[in-house]
């Protein structure tokens, strides 16, 4: 008789406590399989350390496999469920598929980062829910302050040591915390120019900080950020992103190049395609974490609306201590359930107390209804940290020791570009990266750099891939929906529904037939356009898989690559159009582009023949440039795109 399977989606805080816990109550009686898109465990309580400097990346990422013996890790995000056929597809890191059949299905996907329907929020903020978004952080705000101490425009030094954080919860506390402490250790080793000072901007539409702990310690955690200069506005928020800055409610306008989004977290879109009961985005469950009416399903963490026994009519909020307590339960009723052991029992909990580290000594805490501050509240803060970490324990030890007696070393890796962390994404986790079958948003915003970013805009040299924008029409269809090819010097362009992948021009010019963009013309001393006597065809990179045109989903469509023709050696890799362009079929469109300039496309199905150009008299190369001069620079850069958001539900985990 074969062993029940039992598939647990997620690895976060209540993923990974059911799959810890079902491994030492099973033994061996049945196979657990855990499917995540990392092999860790991330502590998200202490990522703004990381993000300040304090922690390094791995010590707040606990090795799944080295931790949960008897589990077998399955890397891949879950895209699609058949609750009939108790099947899960996923899609693995390098775009492969995969299905796995269960008996019991945990849903421990999480959260992801909550939007609101704020004009500019989407393109220009970055959000705070996983190790990628720490690191670009922690290099974008080392970049501004070292561009503004290069710097002797007071106005750009003001901008550039400006940053802004919305949600005054705890992850938005700690992070203006621990942020203004390590801005102020940087100027202090390099004072800027102008004599100005960093600034850190805190925001939130509640009455009070961290709206979510005991009045008392909120104003201890407001009284610790007003002494080290935050500047704390309750009751403002942000009520437009733009390139330069942001505007808040109140009417001021704050320049600004960072915009750090905190807001909250909303479920994990996965749950939303079953069809089952919703409360809010959560997915319903009865007390025992069971979905009624599927008892092979069971739901816990932030996907699971769970009724709070101790608040009648009430459900548990999305905190990582109720999703840390919400997987031993689960794991003991999944086991009772499959009579390998655990006694099924319903979730009941007991406020032990709440935690937030501000930085140095400095902390508040209430352990068992004691609210302390000071030195005593920040021992109790790192000593539960220390205790609630399944790993790595010695290593944040010592962590900790050596950021107390030896300075921090400000620098910046660019490991982690801004398009990789856009706001709006499925996977806060994972950054997005060439080649991946989400490299680029399907029908979401992509990222950009925040507010008057340092980073160069989309389309343009070694900046961010072009992306489709509300109101124009997508590119040109191309068979196969191919990858763009690589600009100089910068990332591939993300895939286009339906549009032709952008072809890389000297100097970062927006892509042929890209919304926004124009064909690309024969530059001086540049080599034969295509379709001219004595020109090649460009040559193309081998396709990658394209995303989904489904906005905030998990599903995707890995393509094969199909065999290009080969590259002749010493030929052109820019192509043109002709400088007599064919007239327009019937029903091609021609959309308005950001820079008054026009884009006209035409769209054919996938796989059929590119329609033959005919021979147009060959352009003028114009006289040679001189020695060493520089390509054209780039004109286009898009602007903000409005989008709206559904109703989602508040929580900070």
Same mark, same amino acid.
């Given at each position: 008789?074969?062993?029940?399977?039992?598939?647990?989606?997620?690895?976060?805080?209540? !993923?990974?406590?059911?799959?810890?816990?079902?491994?030492?109550?099973? *033994?061996?009686?049945?196979? #657990?399989?855990?499917?995540?898109?990392?092999?860790?465990?991330?502590?998200?309580?202490?990522?703004?350390?990381?993000?300040?400097? #304090?922690?390094?990346?791995?010590?707040?990422?606990?090795?799944?496999?080295?931790?949960?013996?008897?589990?077998?890790?399955?890397?891949?995000?879950?895209?699609?469920?058949?609750?009939?056929?108790?099947?899960?597809?996923?899609?693995?890191?390098?775009?492969?598929?995969?299905?796995?059949?269960?008996? *019991?299905?945990? %849903?421990?996907?999480?959260?992801?980062?909550? %939007?609101?329907? #704020?004009?500019?929020?989407?393109?220009?903020?970055?959000?705070?829910?996983?190790?990628?978004?720490?690191?670009?952080?922690?290099?974008?705000?080392?970049?501004?302050?070292?561009?503004?101490?290069?710097?002797?425009?007071?106005?750009?030094?003001?901008?550039?040591?400006?940053?802004?954080?919305?949600?005054?919860?705890?992850?938005?506390?700690?992070?203006?915390?621990?942020?203004?402490?390590?801005?102020?250790?940087?100027?202090?080793?390099?004072?800027?120019?102008?004599?100005?000072?960093?600034?850190?901007?805190?925001?939130?539409?509640?009455?009070?900080?961290?709206?979510?702990?005991?009045?008392?310690?909120?104003?201890?955690?407001?009284?610790?950020?007003?002494?080290?200069?935050?500047?704390?506005? /309750?009751?403002?928020?942000?009520?437009?992103?733009?390139?330069?800055?942001?505007?808040?409610?109140?009417?001021?306008?704050?320049?600004?190049?960072?915009?750090?989004?905190?807001?909250?977290?909303?479920?994990?879109?996965?749950?939303?395609?079953?069809?089952?009961? /919703?409360?809010?985005?959560?997915?319903?469950?009865?007390?025992?974490?069971?979905?009624?009416?599927?008892?092979?399903?069971?739901?816990?963490?932030?996907?699971?609306?769970?009724?709070?026994?101790?608040?009648?009519?009430?459900?548990?909020? /999305?905190?990582?201590?109720?999703?840390?307590?919400?997987?031993?339960?689960?794991?003991?009723?999944?086991?009772?359930?499959?009579?390998?052991?655990?006694?099924?029992?319903?979730?009941?909990?007991?406020? /032990?107390?709440?935690?937030?580290?501000?930085?140095?000594?400095?902390?508040?805490?209430?352990?068992?209804?004691?609210?302390?501050?000071?030195?005593?509240?920040? +021992?109790?803060?790192?000593?539960?940290?220390? =205790?609630?970490?399944?790993?790595?324990?010695?290593?944040?030890?010592?962590?900790?020791?050596?950021?107390?007696?030896?300075?921090?070393?400000?620098?910046?890796?660019?490991?982690?570009?801004?398009?990789?962390? @856009? %706001?709006?994404? =499925?996977?806060?986790?994972?950054?997005?990266?060439?080649?991946?079958?989400?490299?680029?948003?399907?029908?979401?915003?992509?990222?950009?750099?925040? @507010?008057?970013?340092?980073?160069?805009?989309?389309?343009?040299?070694?900046?961010?891939?072009?992306?489709?924008?509300?109101?124009?029409?997508? +590119?040109?269809?191309?068979?196969?929906?191919?990858? =763009?090819?690589?600009?100089?010097?910068?990332?591939?362009?993300?895939?286009?529904?339906?549009?032709?992948? =952008?072809?890389?021009?000297?100097?970062?010019?927006?892509?042929? !037939?890209?919304?926004?963009?124009?064909?690309?013309?024969?530059?001086?001393? !540049?080599?034969?356009?295509?379709?001219?006597?004595?020109?090649?065809?460009?040559?193309?990179?081998?396709?990658?898989?394209?995303?989904?045109?489904?906005?905030?989903?998990?599903?995707?469509?890995?393509?094969?690559?199909?065999?290009?023709? +080969?590259?002749?050696?010493?030929?052109?890799?820019?192509?043109?159009?002709?400088?007599?362009?064919?007239?327009?079929?019937?029903?091609?469109?021609?959309?308005?582009?950001?820079?008054?300039?026009?884009?006209?496309?035409?769209?054919?199905?996938?796989?059929?023949?590119?329609?033959?150009?005919?021979?147009?008299?060959?352009?003028?190369?114009?006289?040679?440039?001189?020695?060493?001069?520089?390509?054209?620079?780039?004109?286009?850069?898009?602007?903000?795109?409005?989008?709206?958001?559904?109703?989602?539900?508040?929580?900070?985990?």
């Amino acid at each position: 008789m074969s062993r029940p399977r039992i598939v647990i989606v997620g690895a976060g805080f209540a !993923g990974y406590r059911t799959a810890r816990t079902l491994s030492r109550l099973t *033994r061996h009686q049945a196979d #657990i399989v855990l499917l995540n898109p990392t092999d860790y465990f991330l502590y998200l309580p202490l990522l703004p350390q990381v993000a300040a400097g #304090i922690l390094e990346p791995r010590r707040v990422s606990v090795s799944l496999s080295g931790t949960l013996p008897r589990v077998r890790l399955v890397l891949g995000e879950a895209d699609g469920i058949d609750l009939d056929g108790r099947t899960v597809h996923y899609t693995d890191p390098e775009g492969g598929e995969g299905t796995l059949r269960y008996d *019991r299905l945990v %849903l421990a996907a999480g959260s992801v980062n909550k %939007l609101l329907p #704020i004009p500019g929020v989407a393109e220009h903020a970055h959000g705070f829910r996983g190790l990628p978004e720490a690191l670009y952080l922690r290099d974008h705000v080392t970049r501004q302050v070292e561009l503004a101490a290069a710097s002797d425009d007071r106005a750009e030094c003001a901008a550039r040591c400006t940053f802004v954080v919305v949600g005054a919860g705890y992850t938005g506390t700690e992070v203006a915390a621990h942020g203004q402490m390590y801005t102020d250790a940087q100027v202090r080793r390099h004072p800027m120019r102008t004599g100005m000072r960093p600034r850190w901007m805190l925001l939130d539409v509640a009455e009070r900080v961290l709206p979510e702990m005991d009045e008392r310690l909120s104003r201890t955690a407001e009284r610790v950020l007003r002494q080290r200069g935050v500047d704390v506005r /309750m009751g403002t928020s942000v009520k437009e992103a733009t390139h330069d800055g942001v505007l808040l409610t109140d009417g001021t306008t704050v320049d600004t190049r960072t915009l750090v989004w905190c807001v909250g977290v909303r479920p994990d879109p996965l749950v939303e395609s079953l069809g089952l009961p /919703m409360e809010r985005g959560r997915l319903l469950v009865d007390p025992y974490l069971q979905v009624p009416g599927r008892p092979e399903l069971f739901a816990c963490g932030d996907v699971a609306a769970v009724p709070d026994l101790t608040k009648p009519g009430q459900y548990t909020p /999305m905190t990582a201590q109720h999703a840390w307590r919400h997987g031993k339960v689960c794991a003991d009723n999944v086991a009772a359930s499959l009579g390998i052991g655990g006694q099924r029992r319903a979730y009941r909990h007991r406020d /032990m107390g709440f935690v937030v580290d501000l930085g140095g000594a400095k902390a508040a805490a209430n352990p068992l209804g004691v609210p302390m501050s000071g030195p005593a509240a920040g +021992a109790v803060t790192r000593g539960y940290h220390l =205790a609630a970490m399944p790993g790595n324990r010695v290593r944040v030890a010592a962590d900790w020791l050596l950021d107390a007696v030896l300075p921090r070393q400000a620098v910046q890796l660019g490991l982690v570009r801004s398009w990789s962390v @856009p %706001l709006e994404s =499925a996977s806060p986790e994972v950054a997005r990266v060439p080649g991946r079958p989400d490299a680029g948003p399907a029908g979401s915003a992509g990222s950009a750099g925040g @507010p008057g970013r340092t980073e160069p805009a989309e389309g343009r040299q070694g900046g961010e891939p072009a992306k489709a924008r509300p109101g124009e029409e997508p +590119a040109k269809s191309q068979p196969d929906s191919e990858s =763009a090819k690589s600009r100089p010097g910068g990332e591939p362009a993300k895939g286009q529904p339906g549009g032709e992948p =952008a072809k890389g021009q000297p100097g970062g010019e927006p892509a042929k !037939g890209q919304p926004g963009g124009e064909p690309a013309e024969s530059r001086p001393g !540049g080599e034969p356009a295509k379709a001219q006597p004595g020109g090649e065809p460009a040559r193309k990179h081998p396709g990658r898989p394209g995303a989904d045109g489904a906005s905030g989903k998990r599903h995707r469509t890995s393509e094969s690559a199909r065999p290009r023709p +080969a590259h002749a050696p010493g030929t052109s890799r820019k192509a043109a159009e002709p400088s007599a362009a064919p007239k327009p079929s019937t029903g091609a469109r021609r959309s308005e582009a950001p820079g008054g300039t026009r884009s006209s496309g035409r769209t054919r199905s996938p796989g059929a023949p590119a329609p033959t150009r005919s021979a147009g008299p060959p352009a003028d190369p114009g006289p040679e440039p001189p020695p060493n001069q520089p390509p054209p620079g780039p004109d286009i850069a898009p602007g903000p795109v409005k989008r709206t958001d559904g109703p989602a539900v508040e929580g900070d985990s």
